[in-house]
């Protein structure tokens, strides 16, 4: 039998804080380590049962943990906060997560590999990048419009703003500097995307499992890739659940057998969530816009009852549900039975 039953650990850059209990569930460890004494602690003890809260390098001590022969569970955040009581402090903290990790209805995080790290880091810079071309456009044509000139949206009305700018005789040499300058960033940044579209785009074509996913209508590359690093599809009991965990199904206020189904919960997955709506929104707009005549009679019917927005919302959801299907019984989607859109 091993020291501790269970112990719970609140992570941060330079301090950890040990919660242990034993197998009576009564509190013996309450520590506080240094980053460089963490894992000289853990080495000495016998394979216990840990419980970190996921946050920035819970993953990378997860995988440490693991190395030394310890059973490593992540809890999201949200699962941790009803168990924290009065007077937050690092200690109620780590109690908290060492008694949310003891619940046998609770759902843990898989500890991702060093390899799906490194391969996630390739989509979540490419969005860095995007983000950062986006504010500087935004800021580009914010200090346009203070001199009078101003542009529509959109990466191709950036050549014709700053021609605009060039020539506007009562901007001043030194504003027109700025503006040069940030003409220059943007133009770094568009040759920079463009690299790593071809990146994605060899990624992509490497990986089986995200080719299969992009012949669903509404996903592409991006979305294909981002579900492969994203899901595991084994930690979902059924499709219902991985499109819960996304956020895509109804939030319920249900009480004395009254059902009250209200809006999505939005409680999961922000990014996935985003592009499977999108793509969902993608492919009615399509079918709405060219009369598509194979578009399924389920969005038919819907988009007639619906608005078009919450029939998006739906058929994302219904998305959600044939990628599973598609993970984990290593199938092909074909338009025919079950299907969103053909």
Known sequence: M????????DTSKARFTVHGIDHADRAVLKIDLRRNQFLAFFRKLPATEIVLETCGGSHHWGREL??????????????????????????????????????PDMRFVAVKSIERQADGMLLKVRQTLLDQRTALI???????????????????????LLAAIAAEPSIPPAAKELFAVMGQEIARLD??????????????????????????PGIGPISALTLVNEIDPGAFHSARH??????????????????????????????????????????????TRHGDARVSEWLRALL???PRKLAAVALANKMARIVWALMTRGDVYRAGGARAAA
């Open 304 to 306: 007639r009852r619906k």
């Open 66 to 103: 693991i190395a030394l022969g310890h059973v490593v569970r992540l809890i999201p955040p949200q699962y941790v906060k009803p168990f924290v009581k009065r007077g937050k402090n690092d200690r109620i903290d780590a109690g908290a997560i060492c008694e949310a990790g003891g619940r």
């Open 191 to 216: 040759a920079r995307l463009e690299e790593f579209a071809a990146r994605v785009a060899a990624a992509h074509k490497a990986s089986a499992l995200s080719q299969r996913l992009a012949g669903i």
């Open 242 to 287: 991985l499109a819960a965990w996304i956020g895509l199904t109804p939030r319920e206020h249900s009480t004395g057998g009254k059902q009250r189904l209200g809006g999505i919960s939005r409680a999961g997955h922000e990014r996935l969530r985003a592009l499977l709506v999108a793509g969902a929104t993608a492919v009615i707009a399509a079918a």
């Open 138 to 160: 935004n800021t580009l044509r914010g200090h346009a419009a203070e001199f009078g000139i101003v542009a529509a949206r959109g990466v191709g009305r950036v050549e014709p």
């Open 2 to 9: 091993t020291l501790y039953k269970r112990i719970g650990i």
